[in-house]
């Protein structure tokens, strides 16, 4: 009996017979090759000049954490059987594990808390209140030289709900910042000249919402002089998230008469859906180019990219990333997994290689970008949904004094905080407050050689 020979199917194939069609069920042969055949896409040369950036990538469920962890440490560590995904930039991004978030409890919260490391609970008589993330910390500082001080970006716009976060950035007072879906709608912000009559619209808006945070000011000083001095405190917290909306409109206001950058679109896939299994790749695929364009022009310099939330996610060839995290140590669940991790390292990849070939001063712009990339949650060995020992790779930031190439593992049972990475990556960035969230230390090791 002769071998079948293997072939590439397309998910939109439709068998049909008698007069009637049927859609085929997902095979394996539809998954979609680690390549970007469809996009045109093609990096700058250069940069519009050198500029610390970091962008904040993140995947939920956690991954296949027996395909992923590396078993030896230092410098010179073999890469996992998921981390081969990345063999040809091995000495461009370093691999930490065994950080975690020790006030998190875990479940589908893990984006919710990756930036902040917030205990939800910790207020009494509050089911949830989060604080301020490590990107708006960073935002803060780079905010006044750019068009965007932040861009939020998720599969799903907005905010989503307490525990089930569709984005990852949060202000000041724990409150947080709505996210972006489509590219469309970011290539145009980001690009696209504003009409006169939509000048005066946005003009509006602005002017309408800087009356209301009057008002609410207004009337917070009123309320400031009749309640007790913890309530005080609270209220002073809340009114610095609103100051940050003022600062926010202000400093929009300020960039409405400067021109946009000059980008082309026609090359860009805006049209790709993050639910449709069809697009899925290209989605992701598109988003990073537009992260790289916003970078390249300078238009922001801190980016938080939520690719799928909590709960949610799809594989290159439509599988569902959340069932297949409940995967109970099932050998073929656990291998359905590992496949989907590889899948986004592809696109990951490719995102590094682009600001790997464009030149950023005497240097490149990876050099001078911090790429973070992980989870808020450790499916561990039987599914569970863990905030300790969190899949994380850093990448690039060269220039800003990082070193790669190796495997920094850290004890488990020790639980030691992100935060300390997260306030290391922060003053890499030239951020000089200190004490962020449970933070005990900064991270030298990322320095180290």
Not at 271 to 291: C, G, S, T, Y
Not at 427 to 442: I, W
């Amino acid at each position: 009996m002769s071998k079948p020979t293997s072939m590439r199917i397309s998910r939109r194939h439709i068998l049909r017979g008698a007069g009637v069609a049927l859609a085929l069920p997902w095979l394996s042969a539809m998954e979609r090759p680690l390549s970007s055949a469809d996009s045109k896409f093609k990096p700058w040369p250069k940069s519009n000049g050198p500029q610390p950036r970091i962008i904040f990538c993140y995947v939920p469920n956690g991954v296949n954490i027996l395909q992923w962890m590396p078993t030896d440490a230092g410098n010179g560590y073999t890469l996992s059987p998921t981390l081969k995904a990345l063999e040809e930039i091995k000495n461009d991004f370093s691999v930490v594990t065994g950080l975690g978030h020790p006030r998190c409890t875990g479940g589908h919260s893990g984006a919710d808390t990756w930036l902040t490391g917030a205990d939800l609970k910790a207020v009494p008589g509050k089911d949830y209140a989060n604080t301020m993330s490590i990107d708006q910390w960073i935002a803060e500082v780079h905010g006044v030289e750019t068009r965007y001080s932040s861009m939020q970006w998720s599969d799903i716009s907005g905010t989503g709900s307490a525990g089930h976060s569709h984005t990852l950035s949060f202000d000041r007072s724990g409150t947080p910042l709505p996210a972006e879906d489509s590219p469309r709608r970011i290539f145009e912000r980001l690009f696209v000249p504003e009409s006169s009559k939509d000048r005066e619209e946005t003009l509006r808006r602005y002017a309408e919402k800087k009356s209301i945070l009057d008002n609410v000011l207004a009337e917070s000083k009123r309320l400031a002089n009749r309640i007790g001095k913890e309530d005080q405190r609270k209220l002073e917290e809340y009114l610095g998230s609103v100051r940050s909306t003022e600062q926010r409109i202000e400093r929009l206001e300020q960039w409405i008469d400067r021109p946009k950058p000059e980008v082309d679109g026609s090359l860009l896939q805006l049209a790709m859906q993050p639910h449709n299994a069809h697009d899925r790749p290209m989605w992701i695929d598109v988003m990073l180019e537009l992260a790289y364009l916003s970078f390249a022009t300078d238009s922001t310099r801190v980016i938080a990219y939520e690719w799928s939330r909590e709960a949610g996610g799809y594989g290159g060839g439509g599988e569902n990333h959340h069932e297949l995290s409940h995967h109970g140590g099932d050998a073929g669940m656990l291998e359905k997994l590992a496949a989907i991790d590889r899948f986004h390292l592809g696109r990951l990849k490719r995102f590094i290689q682009f600001l790997k070939s464009t030149s950023d001063g005497e240097q490149t712009m990876l050099d001078r970008t911090i790429v973070v990339f992980g989870s808020g949650m450790n499916s561990g060995e039987g599914g569970d949904h863990s905030p300790k020992n969190l899949p994380l790779l850093i990448a690039g930031g060269q220039g800003l004094g990082l070193k790669h190439g190796k495997h920094l593992k850290f004890q488990v049972d020790q639980n030691p905080p992100l935060a300390n990475l997260w306030m290391e990556l922060a003053q890499r960035m030239g951020v000089e407050k200190e004490g962020f969230s449970d933070a005990t230390s900064t991270m030298p090791e990322v320095r180290e050689v």
